[in-house]
């Protein structure tokens, strides 16, 4: 399956009201946004999720290029950190 495939899901807890009233609901909002604008209508390839606050190594996107190969190879890798 394809990640975007994946943004079609929808959240099946019990609790369903108390997580679309809770933080981390917005929070993977953002991130379903971030991801589908990327992903589906920019149509990239691969995408770099950071927080604001991380100080990242010069050589971080290397690294992500390095092993870009895995996910498009192996279809049961979803992420390389």
Same mark, same amino acid.
């Given at each position: 399956?394809?990640?975007? %495939?994946?943004? @079609? #899901?929808?959240?099946?807890?019990?609790?369903?009201q108390?997580?679309?009233?809770?933080?981390?609901?917005r929070? @993977?909002?953002?991130?379903?946004?971030? #991801?589908?604008s990327?992903i589906?209508e920019?149509?990239? @390839?691969?995408?770099?999720?950071?927080?604001? %606050?991380? #100080?990242i190594?010069?050589?971080l996107?290397?690294y992500?290029?390095?092993?870009?190969? #895995?996910?498009?190879?192996?279809p049961?890798?979803?992420?390389?950190?």
């Amino acid at each position: 399956s394809c990640v975007r %495939d994946v943004f @079609s #899901l929808k959240h099946s807890a019990s609790h369903g009201q108390v997580f679309e009233r809770s933080g981390l609901y917005r929070i @993977s909002k953002h991130f379903k946004f971030a #991801l589908e604008s990327a992903i589906s209508e920019r149509r990239h @390839s691969h995408a770099v999720l950071l927080e604001d %606050d991380l #100080l990242i190594s010069p050589d971080l996107l290397r690294y992500f290029w390095s092993v870009a190969w #895995l996910l498009e190879k192996d279809p049961t890798l979803w992420c390389a950190s």
